[in-house]
C-alpha cells in the first residue's frame, strides 16, 4: 500500500484540529475587532485619510500570522510528539517526510483562512476609514454585528449538535465575514456629514453619503503578507520539531526581527563583509512582502510583484522543510 | 501456506538513550534477541523501565537501534509496506481529544487507505465490539482510561493486521474489559494473526501467550514456551473429582503409606476473575446495562 492514500486525511485533521485551539479563535477574533477598531481609534490622519489605518492593518495581519504560525505549528507537531500521537500515526503506512508536509500544508491552509479574514477585514476597514475623523459606522456596525453573530451561531451550534464550540465559532466567524463584506458591497450608503456655517454658528448637517469604493489594491499587498505567513509557518514549524510553545516564539520573532531589519543591519556591510552577504541572503528578508508603502506612493501594487515575492517565498519555505525533514527523519518519536 | 520466516525478528538489539549532547544516558535495550513465528502470541514481560516499550517502538521504527538487526514481516521496520500490515495499540491511548469515536476510527482507517463502505462497516463492527457503540458525538477526551483503550484496541484492529502490537493492552480495564482483551487475543491467534504483547500483569500474559521474554534492565532473563517455564519438575498435583468424605481418608491413608508423611489436601478454588466475571454477569441480568461501555459483542465480522 502507498502512503499517498493517508496522505490527505493528515491534512484534513490537521485543518481540523488547529481551529479547535482557543487560542486561534481568540487571536483571529482580537485581530478583526482591532483592524474594525482602527478607523476610530486613530486620530490622526497625516495627510491622507485610511493611510494610518491602512498601514496598522496590514502590520497587524502580518504580526499575526507570526503569532498564529506558532501555536499552530507547536499544536501540529511538539504536541503530537509529546502526547503521543504523533508515535500511533507513525506507527501506520505513512512516511515522516508526508507526515511533516501534510502537517504543514494543513496548517497553511488555516494559515491562508486566517489571511482571507484579514484581507477581508481591512477592506471594510479601510472603507471606513476613507473620511477622516467620521468612521463609517455603516461598514464597521455590520462587522462588529457580523462578529457577534459567529459566536451566537456557534453557541447554538454547539448546544443542538455538541460540536465544539472554537473550531465552529472560527468558521462562522470566516463564513459570517464573507458576508458582511458581500453586504458593505451591495449597500455602502451612508450619511455624510457636513459642517456649514450659519451666521456665528457652525452645525453639523447630514447628507446622502458619496459610496466609497472598494481600494481592490489591498488584496495584492495582503497577497503577498500571507506567502510571508508561509515562510514564519515553515520556520515555526522547524523550531517546534525539538522546542515548545515559547522558545518557538521567541526564535521565530528572532528570524522576525532580524528579517526585518536586515536590509539596515546587512544589506551595507555585504559589499564588503562575506559573513554578511551570506547572511543577508540566508536570512529571510520581509521587506520584499511589505507593500504599505507601495499603496501610498502609487496606489496599486502589480500581482507580477507578488508573483517574484511569491516565488521567493516557495524557495525559502521549500529549504526550511527539507531542513526539518532532514531534522525529523533521523529524530526519535517516543 | 505461512511462510517459515519469523514474523519479528531481533538479533543483539541495543537502544541507548542519549542527553542532549548526544552522551549516553541509559541502556534501555541490551542485546534483545526474539524471533515470533507466524500465529503465534508472544509476551514480553518486565518491571517498569525494563525495555519492554523500547523494543516494540523499535520493531515500530518510531525509534532508531543503536546495534543489532531488527526486522518486520521480513523488512526494516520503517518500511511502509511493512506498516500497512501492523497494527499498534499503544501504551497509553494517544487519541485525538476533539473527536468522536466514530470519527477516531475514520481518521485511522482513511491512513489505511480504506475508503467508503467497507470502511463504516469495519468501524460499526469495531464499536459494538469493543462496546462503544452508543457513545455517539461524545468526545474521546472525555471517555474514561477503560474507554480510551477500548478505542485504542479497534484502531489497532481497523486494518486487519497480520501482526498485532499490543503495549499493555489491559492497562487501566475492569475486568469484563481485561476478559475481553484476552478472548480478542486468543480469537485473533486463532485466525493465524501473531501477536506481540507486553505487560507487566502476570496473570494476563499466562492466559493467552504461547511465549514469554522475561526483562530487566534491558536483558533478557528468561525465554521460552510459557508451559515449560512454569512447569515445576519436582512437584506434583493430583486432580480429583468430588470424592466422599470415608474415600478421601482411605486415600489419604494410602499417600501416607507410600509417602511416609500425610499429604495436604484441599478443596479446588475458583479464582476472583472467574468469581467476579461470574457475578457482575447474574448482576447485568437482573438490573441491565450501567453507565459507560456497554457488554461488548462478538469478535468483529472482518476478523473473523
Redesign the interface.
Known amino acids: 500500500?502507498?502512503?499517498r492514500?493517508?496522505f490527505?486525511?493528515?491534512v484534513r485533521?490537521t485543518c481540523?484540529?488547529i481551529p479547535?485551539q482557543p487560542a486561534v479563535l481568540l487571536l483571529t477574533t482580537t485581530l478583526i475587532v482591532f483592524i474594525g477598531a482602527l478607523p476610530f481609534l486613530i486620530t490622526h490622519n497625516l495627510g491622507e485619510p485610511g493611510k494610518l489605518v491602512r498601514d496598522s492593518s496590514l502590520a497587524m495581519m502580518f504580526l499575526g500570522s507570526l503569532l498564529l504560525a506558532v501555536p499552530s505549528a507547536c499544536n501540529a507537531v511538539s504536541s503530537e510528539i509529546r502526547?503521543?500521537?504523533a508515535?500511533?500515526?507513525?506507527?501506520?503506512?505513512?512516511?515522516r517526510m508526508r507526515f511533516l508536509i501534510a502537517k504543514y500544508l494543513g496548517v497553511s491552509a488555516i494559515m491562508l483562512v486566517f489571511s482571507g479574514m484579514a484581507t477581508l477585514t481591512i477592506l471594510i476597514s479601510d472603507r471606513a476609514a476613507a473620511r477622516a475623523f467620521h468612521p463609517g459606522w455603516n461598514f464597521l456596525i455590520p462587522l462588529f454585528l457580523g462578529v457577534g453573530l459567529s459566536y451566537v451561531l456557534a453557541a447554538l451550534i454547539n448546544f443542538a449538535?455538541?460540536?465544539?464550540f472554537a473550531?465552529t465559532a472560527f468558521w462562522c466567524l470566516a463564513a459570517v465575514l464573507i458576508l458582511v463584506f458581500l453586504w458593505t458591497l451591495a449597500f455602502p450608503g451612508g450619511k455624510e456629514v457636513r459642517h456649514e456655517q450659519h451666521g456665528d454658528h457652525t452645525h453639523e448637517v447630514e447628507y446622502a453619503g458619496q459610496v466609497v469604493p472598494v481600494r481592490w489594491e489591498i488584496i495584492p499587498a495582503c497577497a503577498a503578507l500571507t506567502c510571508a505567513a508561509f515562510m514564519i509557518q515553515a520556520l515555526a514549524l522547524l523550531f517546534a520539531l525539538r522546542l515548545g510553545v515559547v522558545p518557538t516564539l521567541s526564535a521565530c520573532t528572532g528570524f522576525f526581527l532580524l528579517g526585518l531589519m536586515s536590509d539596515y543591519l546587512l544589506a551595507r556591510r555585504a559589499a564588503d563583509l562575506i559573513w554578511a552577504r551570506v547572511l543577508y541572503h540566508v536570512m529571510p528578508n520581509w521587506q520584499h512582502f511589505w507593500l504599505a508603502d507601495a499603496l501610498t506612493a502609487g496606489g496599486s501594487v502589480p500581482w507580477a510583484y507578488v508573483g517574484h515575492a511569491a516565488g521567493y517565498a516557495l524557495f525559502w519555505t521549500l529549504g526550511i522543510l527539507l531542513l526539518a525533514m532532514g531534522l525529523f527523519d533521523?529524530m526519535?518519536?517516543? | 501456506m505461512m511462510s517459515e520466516e519469523p514474523i519479528v525478528y531481533t538479533q543483539g538489539l541495543q537502544k541507548i538513550f542519549k542527553d542532549f549532547w548526544r552522551r549516553p544516558r541509559a541502556r534501555a535495550v541490551d542485546g534483545i534477541d526474539l524471533s515470533l513465528k507466524p500465529g503465534e502470541v508472544y509476551g514480553l514481560l518486565g518491571p517498569n523501565g525494563s525495555g519492554k516499550s523500547t523494543t516494540i517502538k523499535v520493531l515500530l521504527g518510531l525509534l532508531h537501534p543503536d546495534g543489532g538487526e531488527v526486522r518486520v514481516l521480513g523488512r526494516p521496520p520503517r518500511d511502509v509496506q511493512v506498516k500497512s500490515r501492523v497494527g499498534y495499540l499503544p501504551e497509553e491511548s494517544y487519541l485525538y481529544p476533539y473527536l468522536d469515536a466514530r470519527e477516531t476510527l475514520r481518521f485511522y482507517a482513511a491512513l489505511f487507505g480504506l475508503k467508503g463502505e467497507l470502511r463504516e462497516q469495519r468501524i460499526d463492527q469495531l464499536l459494538d465490539m469493543v462496546g462503544l457503540a452508543h457513545t455517539g458525538r461524545r468526545r474521546v477526551g472525555e471517555f474514561s482510561k477503560g474507554m480510551a483503550r477500548r478505542i485504542g484496541l479497534a484502531q489497532a484492529l481497523i486494518n486487519d493486521p497480520d501482526l498485532v502490537i499490543l503495549d499493555e493492552p489491559t492497562s487501566g480495564l475492569d475486568p469484563l474489559g481485561t476478559r475481553q482483551v484476552k478472548d480478542i487475543v486468543s480469537a485473533l491467534a486463532k485466525r493465524g494473526k501473531t501477536i506481540l504483547l507486553s505487560s507487566h500483569l502476570l496473570a494476563d500474559v499466562e492466559d493467552v501467550c504461547d511465549r514469554v521474554t522475561i526483562l530487566y534492565g534491558g536483558k533478557v532473563r528468561a525465554s521460552g514456551p510459557i508451559r515449560e517455564l512454569l512447569q515445576m519438575a519436582n512437584n506434583l498435583q493430583i486432580k480429583l473429582g468430588d470424592l466422599p468424605d470415608e474415600k478421601r481418608e482411605e486415600l489419604l491413608t494410602a499417600l501416607e503409606g507410600v509417602l511416609g508423611t500425610r499429604p495436604d489436601i484441599e478443596p479446588t478454588r475458583r479464582d476472583l476473575e472467574t468469581l467476579f466475571l461470574e457475578v457482575v454477569a447474574q448482576a447485568r441480568r437482573e438490573t441491565g446495562e450501567g453507565s459507560g461501555t456497554r457488554e461488548e459483542g462478538e469478535l468483529a465480522g472482518f476478523l473473523q
Not at chain 1, 449538535?161 to 465544539?164: C, I, V
Open positions: 500500500m502507498s502512503d492514500s493517508s490527505f486525511p493528515l485533521l481540523v484540529e479547535r502526547r503521543g500521537t508515535g500511533a500515526i507513525l506507527s501506520k503506512p505513512i512516511s449538535t455538541g460540536r465544539p473550531s533521523r526519535e518519536v517516543r
